[in-house]
């Protein structure tokens, strides 16, 4: 009898366990989804930034130039 009792208890604790380990993995997940949710986000706004700074680049490289045929004027 105490080996069978001996035996539930240590089937009690294992099914403990891997309550436990499912509850870490199902958290990791959730952590994982917010994680590349984040990222996804971050992507877009990095393409965005890289549009803009195409945009103004070329805008500068104008205002550059215009700037220094005026100063060529000046002189």
């Known amino acids: 009898m105490d080996k069978l009792y001996e035996e539930n208890k240590a089937l009690q604790a294992a099914r403990d366990e891997l309550y436990?380990?499912?509850?870490?993995?199902?958290?990791?997940k959730w952590k994982i989804d917010n994680l590349e949710g984040s990222l996804w986000q971050v992507e877009e706004e990095n393409t965005l930034l890289r549009e803009?700074?195409?945009?103004?680049?070329?805008?500068?490289?104008?205002?550059?130039?215009?700037?220094?045929?005026?100063q060529g004027e000046l002189e």
Do not use: P, Q, S, T
């Open 20 to 28: 436990r380990e499912r509850l870490i993995v199902a958290e990791l």
């Open 52 to 70: 803009y700074n195409g945009i103004f680049g070329v805008k500068m490289d104008k205002l550059y130039e215009e700037n220094k045929a005026l």
